[in-house]
DNA sequence: CGTAATGTTGAGCGCATTCAAGCCGGGTGG
DNA sequence: CCACCCGGCTTGAATGCGCTCAACATTACG
């Protein structure tokens, strides 16, 4: 939340985000079709968001950590139109939307803030367009691997060494690959002496590699 | 718009709307790095938008037509963070963001249009990903052909035919194929007497056929 | 401890890409 | 008016990346 907010001001904020909700892992915080009421911070725990097509196939839109935001999508139709899924224990602040509109006209800095957390999202996902989109399964991974390690870093984590909360399945769906490239992609880099991988543990060994994949030189 | 707004509200919208400005067809309306001031409504004409990764590949992350809002992308850092590129010469309004915040905390109806926009935007970007990740060429092409001509159809133009606005390689980048698939799979719908393609004009023969490759039925 | 879920690896295949050649249509200048 | 050129489009042939199918290994968990 951005600064120099009065006290009252910050009351105001704080009695909106007071409720509190957990999510087991493996449960859902809200689903496709459910009626939109709120939008929630994530307080603790690790989800991933995913869109269903007709005819069963899925694709995970993202993976969401401490901090971010999920549930912006059930804004325009009143109705969820993603599942949000605790891929481990979580906690989450409970946001009710007609709330966080009533204060927004109010509060000027929290209109700012609630316009761009909606506008990151728009970018994010300008991103992962143009990495499935463009780019070859190796560059993907490397890509994905940067992002969730600059993510974890950026909330006092190691930069260089991860635990990952989702199957190689779901790292496929979301990189548009399927488990076995994923799998054999993580093999590679292994070999290349990239990463080590112990299953869910993943430890850069080589960040300068990983952005060369991601953003191959011109070989002249 | 949204109705049920008073005379003196309608009319302070207008104000912020008054703007106006016209897009030569191969210009762009605003480019990668420059600084956000406004939002910008289609009157008439035809855009795209794309990102580009740091390596020169470019990704086209869609297409956009009179009554569509671009330049969301640019709220979050005060910077664009894509280029809009008039396909065809177009006319905007120039809604300087500045002057939307403002009214939106007086006027309630135009803060949830706001944010609708913007949800609306998230969640077709979540379809563009499903797109991206799981589907072949000919699902992809055909629900392309079946989300553009529903837009054209709700401004009023013809359900069965529609002029392409972009080049095979525009529509290729959106879809995250190269032009010569997208050349063979236009042909291919031709063949199969699902669409007439003569250049940029197609005409859909067979809206059913194109809704079953879109939605492969399982073939037990 | 046994079973299911998850992850790894191999072999073969297929779809989309790459590379290349040629076509079509529109615009320009002789 | 026609010859020419150029960008956009189509089509063919060969290649290769990621997929499918399958077997097996490993880990998590009741």
Redesign the interface.
């Known amino acids: 939340m951005p600064i120099g907010l009065s006290r009252e001001e910050l009351d105001r904020i704080d009695d909106v985000v007071a409720a509190r909700r957990t999510v087991k892992r493996g449960t859902t915080l809200f689903r496709n079709g459910e009626k939109f009421t709120s939008l929630f911070a994530i307080r603790t725990g690790f989800f991933k968001t995913c ?1 269903a ?3 069963g ?3 995970v ?1 993202g993976f969401q950590m401490a901090g971010e935001v999920i549930g ?6 009143d109705h969820h ?2 599942d949000a899924v605790a891929l481990e224990d979580a906690e989450v602040c409970v946001m009710p939307f007609d709330r966080i ?1 009533e204060l ?3 509060v ?1 800095a929290l ?2 803030h ?3 957390i ?6 994010r ?6 990495l ?3 780019m070859r399964a190796e560059e993907r991974l490397a890509t994905f691997l940067l992002n969730l390690v600059q993510r974890l870093h950026a909330r006092g984590f190691s930069q260089s060494e991860l635990i990952l909360r989702m199957t190689r399945e779901e790292i496929g ?4 690959l399927k488990l076995e490239t994923v799998s054999r992609t993580f093999s590679k880099f292994v070999e290349e002496g990239i990463v080590e991988v112990k299953q869910r543990h993943v430890r850069i060994l080589n960040t300068d590699m990983l952005r060369d994949i991601v ?2 030189k011109p070989c002249n």
Chains 1, 2 share one sequence.
């Open positions: 869109v097509s007709e005819d196939r899925d694709q839109t912006l999508d059930g804004i325009v139709n139109t993603c509109e927004s006209r109010e000027n209109q700012r609630v316009h761009k909606m506008s990151r999202e728009i970018v996902e300008h991103g992962v367009m143009l499935l989109g463009s769906s979301f990189l548009g953003n191959p």
